[in-house]
């Protein structure tokens, strides 16, 4: 399964979207074949879930993408234990991710509520169950919804606090290192 999935990405990163969708069926019709009904299989069916509906998702094909995902982004989710958030750790992709993806094209078919719900409902004060990677693009989504909403109070709040996740992660470092570089041109000596 491991080798469908690098094929699939392979050609995502090649934006070879038709022939990345063509592996990506195959891929979910392994994952359904493969493993019994259990946590190893939702885990693998909530990965190759993932990069199916990516494919409708960079074809454009928002509406596609939506129906892929509705059951598994709209239903409640059973409480997860310790040794299945271990295993979750182990796939690439998790209901996180296709939560986003979800609400990714829910905002392009200005399904802007359920796009909202959605995001609301993920743990996005708790650091330990995603990356911060995914909080911050979460949270600017939030932004980006309720800006067109006409909600521009919550929109900057969602915005400082998406920029405030990705300073925390360390993506700042690159500013940093360019600005540090740019002190000496400025006739400036960095002091140790």
Request: hydrophobic letters at 35%.
């Amino acid at each position: 399964m491991e080798f469908l999935i690098n094929i699939v990405e392979r050609y995502l990163a090649s934006c070879s979207y038709d022939t990345a969708r063509f592996y990506a069926e195959r891929l979910m019709s392994c994952c359904c074949l493969d493993q019994p009904n259990s946590v190893e299989r939702k885990m693998s069916y909530s990965c190759s879930i993932h990069l199916l509906a990516l494919c409708y998702y960079r074809m454009g094909k928002m509406q596609q993408t939506y129906l892929i995902l509705l059951e598994q982004c709209t239903t409640a989710l059973p409480t997860v234990s310790t040794s299945e958030q271990n295993l979750q750790r182990q796939y690439k992709y998790t209901i996180h991710d296709n939560k986003y993806l979800f609400a990714l094209a829910c905002f392009d078919l200005e399904k802007l509520g359920e796009a909202e719900r959605v995001l609301l409902s993920m743990p996005l004060k708790d650091h330990s169950q995603l990356n911060f990677s995914l909080v911050s693009s979460c949270l600017n989504l939030l932004g980006k919804i309720c800006r067109r909403q006409h909600r521009r109070n919550m929109s900057i709040g969602y915005f400082i606090e998406s920029l405030q996740v990705r300073i925390k992660c360390g993506s700042i470092r690159c500013m940093i290192n360019y600005f540090t570089r740019l002190i000496p041109f400025c006739g400036h000596q960095l002091q140790n």
